[in-house]
């Protein structure tokens, strides 16, 4: 019998790999799309095509979750061994704007699984990992922080986080589920969301190099990051869920940067050499001729800012044998690669239009 995985949020960054890397392990992988009225599953799609006799392997299941009787008829219907919860309103900016349904989704929705999964009376044998954030330290109390570095989240996104890994490690400890929240810092790849400030950068900086675009506009460049590889961070989901008991990990690099480190090694590896002027609002970056490419806009400070976040993961270090395989500067360039390549082939369908 193949094992079961249910993914919520199987179309986004880290569902994708996720998914491949499961698949990979010869899982069966069911996963929860919302509807949507334009397709969204460009992440996922070559995952169907699959390799002989693994058709099948890979299902997908309509469910929303803000919406119980969905997720309770597919956890009833597929009775995984595993259910990993990734789907969330997961954009911290946008989260002020929408802070009912970030609460919602994010934190109510971790709850509708945990219960529908305790009252379907799976509670012993599925296994339940929440996608828990570095955004819960928000206003650093420590650095680096550790799992027992106390939160203090900045955002109504980290306050209905701070409510799923709370409720996460309830059910665990109420009633004796194998329930474990992965602390896991900012991770990012090539299929990276674009409003997101490491894809926004590569993708614009591409599109600058090739004329496609004149400027980038960013909010708070020294804001600080502990960013990854998303590839590398789903393997260690999966770890989580097989050890004998259940805990929680923090996953991080250990290695901060800022935004403006990001741009700027982005830029290099377009050939584009940045010298940065002025400060606050006034900052703004020009290329070796002059031309002024990167500039502050205001509209994207958001109004509390987690300023500067790096993990300690010598916990998953040591229990989950934890080593990030890709590095900052390979990050980058394999973000820049891939944008360029999509920037260039958007320019090659309109030559041809
Ligand atoms: P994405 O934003 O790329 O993906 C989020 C997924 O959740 C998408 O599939 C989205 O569907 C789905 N979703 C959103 N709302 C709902 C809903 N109401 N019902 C069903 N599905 C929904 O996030 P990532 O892949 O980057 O992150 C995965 C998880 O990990 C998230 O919970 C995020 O908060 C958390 N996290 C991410 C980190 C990171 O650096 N990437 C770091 C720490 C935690 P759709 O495609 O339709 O929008
Ligand atoms: P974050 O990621 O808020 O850390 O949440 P994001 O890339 O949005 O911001 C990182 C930092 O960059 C600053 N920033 C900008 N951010 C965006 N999006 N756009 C900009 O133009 C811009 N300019 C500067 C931000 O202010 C911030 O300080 C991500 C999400 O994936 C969460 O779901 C996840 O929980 C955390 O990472 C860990």
Same mark, same amino acid.
């Given at each position: 019998?193949?094992?079961?995985?249910?993914?919520?949020?199987?179309?986004?960054?880290d569902?994708a790999?996720?998914?491949?890397f499961?698949?990979?392990?010869g899982?069966?992988?069911? %996963?929860?799309?919302?509807?949507?009225?334009?397709?969204n599953?460009?992440?996922?799609d070559?995952? #169907?095509?699959?390799?002989?006799?693994?058709?099948?392997?890979?299902?997908?299941?309509?469910?929303?979750?803000?919406d119980?009787?969905?997720?309770?008829?597919?956890?009833?219907?597929v009775r995984? !061994?595993e259910v990993?919860?990734?789907a969330?309103?997961?954009?911290?900016?946008?989260?002020f704007e929408?802070?009912?349904?970030?609460?919602?989704?994010?934190?109510?929705?971790?709850?509708?699984?945990?219960?529908?999964?305790?009252?379907?009376g799976?509670g012993?044998?599925t296994?339940?990992?929440?996608a828990?954030?570095s955004?819960?330290?928000?206003l650093v109390?420590e650095t680096?922080?550790? +799992?027992t570095?106390? #939160?203090?989240?900045?955002s109504?996104y980290?306050?209905?986080?701070?409510?799923?890994?709370w409720i996460?490690?309830?059910?665990?400890?109420?009633y004796g589920?194998?329930?474990?929240?992965?602390i896991?810092?900012?991770h990012?790849?090539?299929?990276?969301?674009?409003?997101f400030?490491?894809?926004?950068?590569?993708?614009?900086?591409?599109?600058?190099?090739?004329?496609m675009q004149d400027e980038?506009l960013l909010?708070?460049?020294?804001?600080?990051r502990?960013?990854?590889?998303?590839? !590398?961070?789903?393997?260690m989901?999966?770890?989580?869920?097989?050890?004998?008991t259940?805990?929680d990990?923090?996953i991080?690099?250990?290695?901060?940067?800022?935004?403006?480190?990001f741009v700027?090694?982005?830029a290099?590896?377009? !050939?584009?050499?940045?010298? #940065?002027? %002025?400060?606050?609002?006034?900052?703004?970056?020009r290329d070796?001729?002059?031309?002024?490419?990167?500039?502050?806009d205001p509209?994207y #400070?958001?109004?509390?800012?987690?300023?500067?976040l790096?993990?300690?993961?010598?916990?998953?270090?040591?229990?989950l044998g934890?080593?990030p395989?890709?590095?900052?500067?390979?990050?980058? !360039?394999?973000?820049?690669?891939?944008d360029?390549? +999509?920037?260039?082939?958007q320019?090659?369908?309109?030559?041809?239009s």
């Open positions: 019998m193949l094992k079961k995985a249910l993914i919520t949020g199987v179309t986004g960054q569902g790999y996720l998914s491949e499961l698949l990979g392990k899982y069966e992988v069911h %996963g929860i799309k919302r509807r949507t009225s334009l397709f599953t460009a992440r996922i070559h995952l #169907f095509e699959g390799e002989p006799g693994r058709t099948g392997q890979f299902q997908l299941h309509h469910g929303d979750m803000t119980s009787s969905s997720l309770t008829h597919i956890l009833q219907k995984p !061994d990993y919860n990734l969330a309103q997961s954009h911290v900016a946008v989260s929408e802070p009912e349904y970030t609460a919602n989704s994010d934190a109510m929705g971790a709850l509708r699984l945990l219960e529908a999964i305790r009252f379907l799976m012993e044998t296994r339940f990992y929440q828990s954030t955004e819960l330290y928000g109390q680096p922080q550790k +799992e570095t106390p #939160f203090y989240p900045r109504p980290a306050v209905a986080k701070l409510y799923a890994y996460t490690v309830n059910y665990r400890e109420a589920m194998y329930a474990c929240n992965g896991l810092f900012n990012e790849s090539p299929i990276r969301g674009e409003t400030v490491t894809r926004k950068i590569t993708r614009a900086l591409a599109r600058i190099k090739l004329g980038l909010g708070n460049m020294d804001a600080r502990d960013w990854g590889h998303a590839r !590398d961070y789903v393997q989901m999966w770890l989580m869920l097989q050890q004998e259940p805990e990990y923090v991080a690099t250990g290695q901060q940067y800022s935004v403006r480190e700027s090694r982005a290099e590896k377009l !050939d584009m050499h940045l010298t #940065f002027e %002025g400060a606050g609002v006034e900052e703004v970056a070796q001729d002059g031309r002024v490419v990167v500039r502050v509209q #400070f958001r109004p509390a800012e987690v300023e500067t790096l993990g300690d993961a010598s916990k998953a270090r040591q229990q934890w080593e395989e890709t590095s900052f500067e390979a990050l980058v !360039d394999e973000m820049v690669t891939s360029l390549a +999509e920037a260039e082939a320019l090659r369908a309109q030559a041809h």
